[in-house]
T-cell receptor, first 115, second 113 residues
């Protein structure tokens, strides 16, 4: 089945540790995104990538890093520089260019808790 | 970053009642999307709107793209327990970049059997 797979579903981290969240899609979408969700908040964009080997900062990129070495994969690293990393992280993908309908397709999310 | 004004923030209704929620913005949008998020899951697209005045239905759900292009509403008729969740609106402005999809803060719907 086509879709977006995020892993792990739950992750616990000690303060000062970097962690990497995985996001893989087999929808053949060019664009991929990472959002952060906090209780009672909307989705805030961390990073996005429209093409392999290129990505742009979103609204809250500080303390995060990404890579886009393959079309299918867009991992997010939450670094120790992120002051408040406990949150629910959502990966999404979409078409681009003339075929872009504006619709994002989301993964099931990864919940990160810093102990 | 800018966020849409989505209301109400939460609703607690009786099964069988109709539900209405809306999003407004000071900016003109060319796309409105409505998503539903179940607890601990990612949002799922319910309805997409691309034209001012457009009215689209998906089962018991109906959404409209406001004629001013600055608002949208979602109605759910005859609610059932599985309608429980958080509903998000999202919009993209004219000339918006690929990353420029703006989300509302969500409407949390609780349905009492």
């Amino acid at each position: 089945d086509g879709g977006i797979t995020q892993s792990p579903k739950y992750l616990f981290r000690k303060e000062g540790q970097n962690v990497t969240l995985s996001c893989e899609q087999n929808l053949n979408h060019d664009a991929m995104y990472w959002y952060r969700q906090d209780p009672g908040q909307g989705l805030r964009l961390i990073y996005y990538s429209q093409i392999v080997n290129d990505f742009q900062k979103g609204d809250i990129a500080e303390g995060y890093s990404v890579s886009r070495e393959k079309k299918e994969s867009f991992p997010l690293t939450v670094t120790s520089a992120q002051k408040n990393p406990t949150a629910f992280y959502l990966c999404a993908s979409s078409l681009t260019g003339q075929t872009n309908t504006g619709e994002l397709f989301f993964g099931e999310g990864s919940r990160l808790t810093v102990l | 970053g800018q966020q849409l004004n989505q209301s109400p923030q939460s609703m607690f209704i009786q099964e069988g009642e109709d539900v209405s929620m809306n999003c407004t913005s000071s900016s003109i949008f060319n796309t409105w999307l409505w998503y539903k998020q179940d607890p601990g899951e990612g949002p799922v697209l319910l309805i997409a709107l691309y034209k001012a005045g457009e009215l689209t239905s998906n089962g018991r759900l109906t959404a409209q793209f406001g004629i001013t292009r600055k608002d949208s509403f979602l109605n759910i008729s005859a609610s059932i327990p599985s309608d429980v969740g958080i509903y998000f609106c999202a919009g993209r402005r004219y000339g918006g970049s690929q990353g420029n999809l703006i989300f509302g803060k969500g409407t949390k719907l609780s349905v009492k059997p």
